[in-house]
C-alpha cells in the first residue's frame, strides 16, 4: 500500500526519487495521513495542504544540514514521514511515538518543540545569526502560515530580517487564505492583492520591510515548487517565497469545511463523522455560545473580542455574523486583543476576550499593565483550563493560576456548577471595578445553586459544615472535593467541611481563621500546578499556626501527552491515597 514511502527511511532518501514519481508519494503521504487521522485525529487541512511543499522542501534542501523551522508545527507531519518517522503514520501501534508537532527528542530534523503561532520567523533568524556568526553555510528556512502572519511575534521578526539580516534566510509563507478560522486583518488585503497579481502588485508588505519576494501561485505544484525552492536555495540575501495552496487539499469535505477541518477527532473517512460519541449531554462551550448571544441581544453595550480562537466559546460562522459589530476578531494577535478590551472597557463598552488558556500567556504584560494597573473591567474567559483537557507539552493549561494570579487588581474566578459560571460572567461583565479572569470548567456539567453576586472579593463559600479536616476544592475539582469528602466519612468516620473557594486570585482570611477552632487539617485541590498557586496561598496563611495543610495539585513540570487518570494515580490524588494521607496527618 506505501510502495513509496517504504523507500523512505531518511530525508536523503526523496532525493532518490524522479521528480514524475513525487505527485504518487504525495498520494501516500494523504493516505498516511488518513491513517493516522481517521483513528486519533489531530490537525488535518494544514498537514493536507502541505504535502507537495514539503516534499519539495525535502527534494531540494538538505535537512538536517539546512534548517527547517515550522511555525506552530501543526503543518510538520509529512516532514515527519519524509524524515525517518513514517511508523507514526502507517503503523496504528506506533501512532503514540510521535507528537502533533515538531520535536527535538524526536529527531535530528526538528530544531524546536512549537506549538504556538508566529515564532518561526523569529526562532529561524537565531538560528542565522548564529550560523553567520560561526562563519558557516546552509539554509535556514522559516515555514509560515495558517494565519499566523498576524501576530506580533511574526511583524517583529519580519522588521528585523528585513533590515538587519544580510545573508541567508528564506521565509515560507504558506498562504492558504486561511487561519484556523477565516483570516483577519490588513496584512491578509495584501495577500489577496499579491494572489490577484500574480506577486506583482506594487503595494508588498514584505518588500516595504525591505525583504525580497517571490511568489508561487501553484503552490501544490510539486514541479513548480521545485524549480522555486532551486532558485532561491543559497542564496545571499533574506527573501520571501509566498506560496498559494489550498488547505485540506485531497479530502473534499475539509477543502469545503476550511474551519471544521483545521483539527479533527477520529472519524470516517467516508461521511466525514466522528466516531468518538460525546453523549447529548450540555456542555461548557455551547453554553458559553448561548450565553454570549443572549447578552449580545440584551446588552448592545457588550462586546466579543476573540485572538483567532471564536470555536473555543462556540462561535460558529453563522453566530459570529449573527453578533455582527459586537464582535471582533483580532487574528492571532493576543495582546492585541487584551489591550484593545481595554480600551473599549475605558470608552463603556463591556469587553469579553475569549481564548484558551495556553495561549493567553502571551498577554502577561498586557493584563499587568495596559489592564490591571489601569483597573480597566475587562473580562477574560478562558478554555481548556484543566489539566485533563489538551495534553501536548506545548498546550497545557495547567499554568495559568500559578501565572496571574498574584498580579495585583486581577480576580480569577474558578466556577464549580453550571450557574455558577453563568452568573460568574452575569456579574464580571456587568460591574465596573475589576479585571477578571474567569476559568471554563473541564469537567463534566453539573448544577447547584449558586451566589449571583461576587463583589465581597476573596469570599469563599462554605458548601457543607463539617469537623477535624476541611477540603478546599478549587473550581473543576470541586466535584473532586465531593468525592472526596463522602469518601472521609465513609472511610474515616467524620464529615470534614467542604468549601467551594470560588476565587482562585484572592483568600477569605476571615473564614480561614474561623477553620482553626474545629478543624486541624486543611486538604486543597487544585486543577494547576502547586508552585505559586492556590493552595501555597493557603499554605503560607497558616504557616505559623498548628493547622496543618496538605496542598494537591501538579507538579511544576513541563507534562506531555500523559493519561489524566494514570497522572492522578502518579500524583496521590485518588481518594483512596488521599484518605490513607489524611488519616496519617490526623
Same mark, same amino acid.
Given at each position: 500500500?506505501?510502495?513509496?514511502?517504504?523507500?523512505?527511511?531518511?530525508?536523503?532518501?526523496?532525493?532518490?526519487?524522479?521528480?514524475?514519481?513525487?505527485?504518487?508519494?504525495?498520494?501516500?503521504?494523504?493516505?498516511?495521513?488518513?491513517?493516522?487521522?481517521?483513528?486519533?485525529?489531530?490537525?488535518?487541512?494544514?498537514?493536507?495542504g502541505m504535502v507537495e511543499a514539503e516534499i519539495a522542501m525535502h527534494y531540494v534542501f538538505h535537512s538536517p544540514v539546512d534548517q527547517f523551522v515550522f511555525d506552530v508545527s501543526h503543518q510538520s507531519y509529512p516532514h515527519k514521514i519524509l524524515t525517518g518517522r513514517k511508523a507514526g503514520y502507517i503503523y496504528d501501534d506506533h501512532f503514540f511515538e510521535d507528537s502533533g508537532y515538531t520535536n527535538p527528542g524526536e529527531s535530528e530534523h526538528d530544531l524546536f518543540n512549537v506549538g504556538h503561532t508566529s515564532t518561526s520567523i523569529?526562532?529561524?533568524?537565531?538560528?542565522?545569526?548564529?550560523?553567520?556568526?560561526?562563519?558557516?553555510?546552509?539554509?535556514?528556512?522559516?515555514?509560515?502560515?495558517?494565519?499566523?502572519?498576524?501576530?506580533?511575534?511574526?511583524?517583529?521578526?519580519?522588521?528585523?530580517?528585513?533590515?538587519?539580516?544580510?545573508?541567508?534566510?528564506?521565509?515560507?509563507?504558506?498562504?492558504?487564505?486561511?487561519?484556523?478560522?477565516?483570516?483577519?486583518?490588513?496584512?491578509?488585503?495584501?495577500?489577496?492583492?499579491?494572489?490577484?497579481?500574480?506577486?506583482?502588485?506594487?503595494?508588498?508588505?514584505?518588500?516595504?520591510?525591505?525583504?525580497?519576494?517571490?511568489?508561487?501561485?501553484?503552490?501544490?505544484?510539486?514541479?513548480?515548487?521545485?524549480?522555486?525552492?532551486?532558485?532561491?536555495?543559497?542564496?545571499?540575501?533574506?527573501?520571501?517565497?509566498?506560496?498559494?495552496?489550498?488547505?485540506?487539499?485531497?479530502?473534499?469535505?475539509?477543502?469545503?469545511?476550511?474551519?471544521?477541518?483545521?483539527?479533527?477527532?477520529?472519524?470516517?473517512?467516508?461521511?466525514?463523522?466522528?466516531?468518538?460519541?460525546?453523549?447529548?449531554?450540555?456542555?461548557?462551550?455551547?453554553?458559553?455560545?448561548?450565553?454570549?448571544?443572549?447578552?449580545?441581544?440584551?446588552?448592545?453595550?457588550?462586546?466579543?473580542?476573540?485572538?483567532?480562537?471564536?470555536?473555543?466559546?462556540?462561535?460558529?460562522?453563522?453566530?459570529?455574523?449573527?453578533?455582527?459589530?459586537?464582535?471582533?476578531?483580532?487574528?492571532?494577535?493576543?495582546?492585541?486583543?487584551?489591550?484593545?478590551?481595554?480600551?473599549?472597557?475605558?470608552?463603556?463598552?463591556?469587553?469579553?476576550?475569549?481564548?484558551?488558556?495556553?495561549?493567553?500567556?502571551?498577554?502577561?504584560?498586557?493584563?499587568?499593565?495596559?489592564?490591571?494597573?489601569?483597573?480597566?473591567?475587562?473580562?477574560?474567559?478562558?478554555?481548556?483550563?484543566?489539566?485533563?483537557?489538551?495534553?501536548?507539552?506545548?498546550?497545557?493549561?495547567?499554568?495559568?493560576?500559578?501565572?496571574?494570579?498574584?498580579?495585583?487588581?486581577?480576580?480569577?474566578?474558578?466556577?464549580?456548577?453550571?450557574?455558577?459560571?453563568?452568573?460568574?460572567?452575569?456579574?464580571?461583565?456587568?460591574?465596573?471595578?475589576?479585571?477578571?479572569?474567569?476559568?471554563?470548567?473541564?469537567?463534566?456539567?453539573?448544577?447547584?445553586?449558586?451566589? *449571583?453576586?461576587? #463583589?465581597? =472579593?476573596?469570599?469563599?463559600?462554605? %458548601? /457543607?459544615?463539617? $469537623? !477535624?479536616?476541611?477540603?478546599?476544592?478549587?473550581?473543576?475539582?470541586?466535584?473532586?472535593?465531593?468525592?472526596?469528602?463522602?469518601?472521609?466519612?465513609?472511610?474515616?468516620?467524620?464529615?470534614?467541611?467542604?468549601?467551594?473557594? *470560588?476565587?482562585? #486570585?484572592? =483568600?477569605?482570611?476571615?473564614?480561614? %481563621? /474561623?477553620?482553626? $477552632? !474545629?478543624?486541624?487539617?486543611?486538604?486543597?485541590?487544585?486543577?494547576?500546578?502547586?508552585?505559586?498557586?492556590?493552595?501555597?496561598?493557603?499554605?503560607?496563611?497558616?504557616?505559623?499556626?498548628?493547622?496543618?495543610?496538605?496542598?494537591?495539585?501538579?507538579?511544576?513540570?513541563?507534562?506531555?501527552?500523559?493519561?489524566?487518570?494514570?497522572?492522578?494515580?502518579?500524583?496521590?490524588?485518588?481518594?483512596?491515597?488521599?484518605?490513607?494521607?489524611?488519616?496519617?496527618?490526623?
Amino acid at each position: 500500500m506505501y510502495e513509496f514511502i517504504e523507500r523512505i527511511n531518511e530525508a536523503a532518501d526523496v532525493k532518490k526519487f524522479k521528480v514524475e514519481e513525487l505527485d504518487l508519494l504525495a498520494e501516500e503521504i494523504r493516505e498516511a495521513l488518513f491513517n493516522r487521522l481517521t483513528k486519533i485525529g489531530g490537525h488535518f487541512g494544514p498537514n493536507f495542504g502541505m504535502v507537495e511543499a514539503e516534499i519539495a522542501m525535502h527534494y531540494v534542501f538538505h535537512s538536517p544540514v539546512d534548517q527547517f523551522v515550522f511555525d506552530v508545527s501543526h503543518q510538520s507531519y509529512p516532514h515527519k514521514i519524509l524524515t525517518g518517522r513514517k511508523a507514526g503514520y502507517i503503523y496504528d501501534d506506533h501512532f503514540f511515538e510521535d507528537s502533533g508537532y515538531t520535536n527535538p527528542g524526536e529527531s535530528e530534523h526538528d530544531l524546536f518543540n512549537v506549538g504556538h503561532t508566529s515564532t518561526s520567523i523569529s526562532l529561524a533568524s537565531g538560528l542565522a545569526k548564529a550560523r553567520d556568526l560561526k562563519g558557516e553555510k546552509r539554509n535556514v528556512i522559516a515555514v509560515i502560515g495558517d494565519g499566523s502572519l498576524s501576530g506580533g511575534e511574526a511583524m517583529e521578526a519580519l522588521n528585523v530580517a528585513g533590515s538587519e539580516l544580510n545573508s541567508n534566510f528564506i521565509i515560507l509563507v504558506n498562504d492558504n487564505e486561511m487561519a484556523i478560522a477565516e483570516n483577519h486583518g490588513g496584512i491578509y488585503r495584501n495577500l489577496a492583492e499579491l494572489r490577484k497579481t500574480d506577486g506583482k502588485a506594487e503595494n508588498n508588505i514584505f518588500r516595504a520591510f525591505g525583504l525580497d519576494y517571490m511568489y508561487v501561485e501553484k503552490g501544490n505544484d510539486i514541479p513548480a515548487l521545485i524549480e522555486a525552492f532551486n532558485r532561491v536555495k543559497d542564496i545571499d540575501h533574506p527573501i520571501v517565497v509566498h506560496i498559494h495552496t489550498t488547505k485540506g487539499l485531497g479530502y473534499q469535505p475539509a477543502v469545503e469545511h476550511k474551519e471544521a477541518w483545521h483539527w479533527c477527532m477520529p472519524f470516517d473517512r467516508e461521511t466525514g463523522l466522528p466516531t468518538v460519541d460525546f453523549g447529548d449531554g450540555e456542555d461548557y462551550t455551547s453554553m458559553t455560545a448561548k450565553y454570549i448571544m443572549d447578552k449580545a441581544k440584551k446588552d448592545k453595550d457588550f462586546l466579543v473580542i476573540t485572538p483567532a480562537m471564536p470555536m473555543t466559546g462556540g462561535l460558529s460562522e453563522d453566530l459570529r455574523k449573527e453578533l455582527g459589530s459586537q464582535y471582533i476578531d483580532v487574528g492571532i494577535a493576543e495582546e492585541q486583543a487584551v489591550a484593545m478590551a481595554s480600551g473599549a472597557a475605558r470608552n463603556g463598552a463591556k469587553p469579553l476576550v475569549i481564548t484558551n488558556t495556553t495561549f493567553i500567556q502571551r498577554t502577561y504584560d498586557q493584563i499587568s499593565q495596559d489592564v490591571c494597573i489601569n483597573g480597566s473591567a475587562v473580562t477574560i474567559l478562558l478554555n481548556y483550563t484543566s489539566f485533563a483537557g489538551l495534553t501536548d507539552v506545548t498546550h497545557l493549561g495547567i499554568f495559568g493560576i500559578s501565572a496571574f494570579s498574584n498580579i495585583p487588581n486581577l480576580q480569577i474566578l474558578a466556577p464549580s456548577s453550571k450557574s455558577e459560571y453563568l452568573n460568574m460572567l452575569d456579574w464580571a461583565l456587568d460591574q465596573n471595578e475589576h479585571p477578571v479572569i474567569i476559568l471554563i470548567p473541564g469537567n463534566a456539567v453539573t448544577d447547584r445553586e449558586a451566589d *449571583r453576586d461576587y #463583589s465581597n =472579593i476573596g469570599r469563599f463559600k462554605v %458548601e /457543607q459544615q463539617g $469537623e !477535624k479536616v476541611a477540603i478546599l476544592a478549587l473550581g473543576d475539582f470541586y466535584q473532586m472535593g465531593e468525592s472526596l469528602a463522602a469518601a472521609v466519612k465513609e472511610k474515616l468516620g467524620f464529615e470534614p467541611t467542604l468549601i467551594n473557594p *470560588r476565587f482562585a #486570585s484572592t =483568600i477569605d482570611t476571615e473564614l480561614l %481563621e /474561623q477553620l482553626k $477552632e !474545629k478543624h486541624s487539617l486543611i486538604v486543597t485541590l487544585e486543577d494547576g500546578i502547586l508552585d505559586g498557586g492556590f493552595g501555597q496561598k493557603i499554605d503560607a496563611y497558616y504557616s505559623t499556626s498548628d493547622v496543618k495543610v496538605k496542598n494537591y495539585g501538579l507538579e511544576k513540570k513541563f507534562y506531555d501527552r500523559y493519561d489524566p487518570a494514570k497522572l492522578l494515580e502518579e500524583l496521590g490524588m485518588t481518594n483512596e491515597a488521599m484518605v490513607d494521607d489524611i488519616r496519617e496527618l490526623l
